[in-house]
C-alpha cells in the first residue's frame, strides 16, 4: 500500500491522504478508481463512457512521473509501504 495524497485545489479543501495499491499493470485510472469518495472520484475522472482520468491530471511516485516510470519501478512502489503519491494539476503558463 501506498499513500495517495491529492491537493486542496483538487479537493476544495486540505490534503486529503488515501491508502491505495500499486502493481507493475497499475494506470493513473486504476489509482484514481481507488478514491472512496464518490463525489471527488467523479470530479478526477472525465465524463465518458470509459471514465478517463482528466488530461490534466500527474500522478507522481516518490517524485517521479508515473508516465516515465517502468512497470518494476511501478511493482517496487507497490511494495514500499513508504511509497508516496502526489496527484498533481498540470500548470501551464508563459
Known sequence: M???TIP???TKGENMKIEVSLDENSTLASVLAQVK???L????LEV???AD???FLQL???GSNMNWL???DLAKAGEDTSSELYLLPTVKGG
Do not use: F, V, W, Y
Open 2 to 4: 501506498a499513500t495517495l
Open 8 to 10: 486542496p485545489t483538487l
Open 37 to 39: 469518495d464518490e463525489t
Open 41 to 44: 472520484r467523479t470530479k478526477l
Open 48 to 50: 465518458s463512457h470509459d
Open 53 to 55: 482520468p482528466h488530461s
Open 60 to 62: 507522481m511516485i516518490n
Open 70 to 72: 517502468s512497470s518494476g
